[in-house]
């Protein structure tokens, strides 16, 4: 008999029969080879919709519930409207003022109906409350995506260090002091620092379970923060940020 | 359904009948045929009532100890697992309690307080959580996981919706199946999964378990 290994958790198939037997048939030791997922996908015009399997299980997890409602089809996967006059989510006032799905619910258990320039949207009245935030999270981390293969490249004309002096006092400086800053501005060259703020890599790892990540509160804030801030982001707020980084070397 | 508590009175003497009658080299044999197919087996479910027997008790635990199972589990009600207390450290394992949806019975294990209660009666009693029963009874079991690991032999996975919800296929509802078997390796809690299929489906059993297994192994890929 295999000893249960504290170290890998066995998934079992489990045969439930009335006083009998809990039993476990081999673990889950391989990777996702010829699952079903693999061999019967979700397809639309021949473009299999859960590919590519995202990093973080969390974020597949939230893909697949926005594929499996529907949304793909008229908004497309990405973001990126595929065909028609459906909303486009990445220019969407309400998902950028969005948190945890609490306006995107609104729309979407209310429907929306048709006007002249966009289609209606059917009412997803049964949707829980798991629902609209696994589906809203795939929307904004799309949407941050996005965002920053748009921006992480600087583009248009040199920014004013002033505006981004106010931008950060505004919006970063109840958590980094320009002092702290200074420090980045001069370890990294400015497309480097511009990758860093925009993405800061220490943000953007696999979500962990442990009990400690689990319950450290401010790294979730800050990643909240800092995805909020990316999806708001434009050209011109960010040169203005880097110019006043610039300004701090 | 249909039955009368003459019927249930006789059912429970005729399986308590069975148990003193049934040798253990029974249990022997099935074991052999589990090794013989490769198959490990973590716990051995039975039935208990508050009729059953105290000799009765310790033939479960002698039987699953045969099976080579690590413990026994069942669906007591509190007063029922209160008789077992004593008998798991007696045999060296561990009793699973498992719960159920049903908020209405102060004897039924359903939400946390009810496990709780559960655990205060033996050090050997552990929670065989029943995720999608929990969430349906409004229980929160990344809480539950976060306090009560240490305390919790198994899942049940499988998914149903909150406020007394259907069950639903992986993902779909809102037991946090992802979380949970996240919690679990990351934090390398000695904690077994085990996969059930209730919801609905136009697919084959087969078919609808290797789904199940696909969205754990993205779950922990």
């Known amino acids: ?249 | 359904l249909g039955r009368t508590d003459e019927d249930q009175r006789a059912a429970a003497q005729a399986l308590s009948k069975w148990r003193m009658e049934t040798p253990l080299s029974l249990y022997k044999q099935i074991k052999a045929e589990f090794d013989a197919a490769g198959i490990t087996i973590f716990a051995y479910w039975t039935g208990i009532s508050t009729v059953d027997k105290p000799e009765e008790f310790d033939y479960m635990f002698e039987a699953a100890k045969t099976l080579g199972a690590k413990g026994v589990t069942g669906n007591p009600g509190l007063q029922s697992a209160a008789q077992l207390a004593g008998y798991p450290e007696k045999h060296g394992m561990f009793y699973g309690l498992h719960n159920h949806d049903n908020l209405s019975d102060p004897d039924a294990f359903s939400n946390q307080e009810s496990f709780e209660k559960g655990f205060a009666l033996s050090p050997s009693f552990m929670a065989e959580l029943d995720m999608r029963h929990f969430t349906a009874a409004n229980g929160d079991c990344v809480a539950f996981l976060d306090k009560w690991h240490h305390r919790t032999a198994c899942l049940h996975v499988g998914d149903r919706r909150r406020d007394n919800g259907h069950s639903e296929p992986f993902g779909r509802g809102d037991t946090p199946i992802i979380e949970c078997l996240r919690m679990i390796k990351d934090n390398k809690w000695p904690i077994v999964a085990l996969l059930e299929f209730e919801h609905g489906t136009t697919r084959s059993s087969v078919d609808e378990v290797q789904i199940e297994l696909d969205y754990c192994k993205r779950a922990l890929a």
């Open chain 1, 1 to 249: 008999m295999k000893p249960i290994c504290a170290a890998a958790m066995a998934l079992s198939l489990v045969a439930m029969v009335p006083g009998g037997i809990y039993a476990q048939a081999g673990s889950s030791s391989q990777g996702l080879g010829n699952s079903t997922y693999d061999t019967k996908p979700r397809t639309h015009g021949g473009v299999n919709l859960l590919l590519p399997i995202e990093p973080d299980p969390m974020i597949q997890h939230a893909k697949e519930v926005y594929i499996d409602n529907g949304c793909a089809y008229c908004h497309g996967v990405d973001l990126v409207v595929p065909q028609g006059d459906a909303v486009d989510l990445r220019k969407s006032k309400i998902v950028a003022l969005d948190v945890d799905g609490t306006l995107i619910g609104q729309i979407l258990r209310g429907g929306v109906s048709q006007t002249a320039r966009v289609s209606p949207m059917p009412a997803y009245r049964d949707l829980s409350n798991k629902n609209i935030q696994d589906l809203a999270g795939w929307i904004h981390y799309s949407l941050q995506q996005n965002r920053f293969a748009e921006l992480k490249v600087a583009a248009g004309g040199p920014g004013d260090p002033a505006e981004g002096k106010t931008n950060f006092d505004k919006t970063c400086a109840s958590c980094h002091s320009a002092a702290s800053m200074v420090d980045l501005a001069k370890k990294y060259p400015t497309a480097e620092l511009r990758v860093r703020v925009l993405k800061p890599a220490s943000l953007n790892t696999v979500q962990s379970f442990t009990l400690a990540a689990l319950h450290d509160d401010a790294k979730k804030a800050a990643k909240q923060a800092h995805g909020k801030f990316l999806e708001n982001a434009n050209q011109t707020s960010v040169n203005n940020l880097m110019a006043y980084f610039g300004t701090l070397k």
